[in-house]
C-alpha cells in the first residue's frame, strides 16, 4: 500500500487548498477502506481531520475541520481530496494521508485505526 500527497504550500489566510492523496494497494471502486487526513503541527500532537470509506462514502470531520473542510474521492482515479477553504494560520502543519479497514466503517479518527501513511506534505497558511 502506498499513499503519497500532493498539493501543499503556502496560502494566505482565508484562502483555499487542495490536498490530494494517490492511493495504490487499494482499490476505491472495489475494495471497502477508509482513508483519512491527520495533520500535526510543530510542537502539537497529530490531530485528526477527515476520513472517508471507499464504499459508502461516509465521511466524518474532526470539530475542528467541520465546516471549514470537505473530503472527498475520484474513484476512477484511486485518489481522495482534502478541500480546504477559509484557512486559518492555525490550519498550518503537516497533512498526513492514511488509509485502514476499520471495524466500524469509519475508524473516526481514531490513529490506531489506520495501518498506512504517507510521508506527509507542509501546508502552511500565512497570516
Known amino acids: 500500500v502506498q499513499l503519497v500527497e500532493s498539493g501543499g504550500g503556502l496560502v494566505q489566510a482565508g484562502g483555499s487548498l487542495r490536498l490530494s492523496c494517490a492511493v495504490s494497494g487499494f482499490s476505491l471502486e472495489s475494495d471497502t477502506v477508509v482513508i483519512g487526513w491527520f495533520r500535526q503541527a510543530p510542537g502539537k500532537e497529530r490531530e485528526g481531520v477527515s476520513c472517508?470509506?471507499?464504499?459508502?462514502?461516509?465521511?466524518y470531520y474532526s470539530p475542528s475541520a467541520l465546516g471549514r473542510f470537505t473530503i472527498f474521492s475520484d474513484d476512477a482515479a484511486n485518489t481522495v481530496y482534502l478541500q480546504g477553504s477559509r484557512l486559518k494560520p492555525e490550519d498550518t502543519a503537516v497533512y498526513y494521508c492514511?488509509?485502514?479497514?476499520?471495524?466500524?466503517?469509519?475508524?473516526?479518527?481514531?490513529?490506531?485505526?489506520?495501518?498506512?501513511w504517507g510521508r506527509g506534505i507542509q501546508v502552511t497558511v500565512a497570516s
Open positions: 492514511v488509509a485502514g479497514t476499520p471495524e466500524d466503517g469509519l475508524g473516526y479518527l481514531r490513529v490506531y485505526e489506520y495501518d498506512y
Open positions: 472517508i470509506n471507499s464504499r459508502d462514502h461516509n465521511t
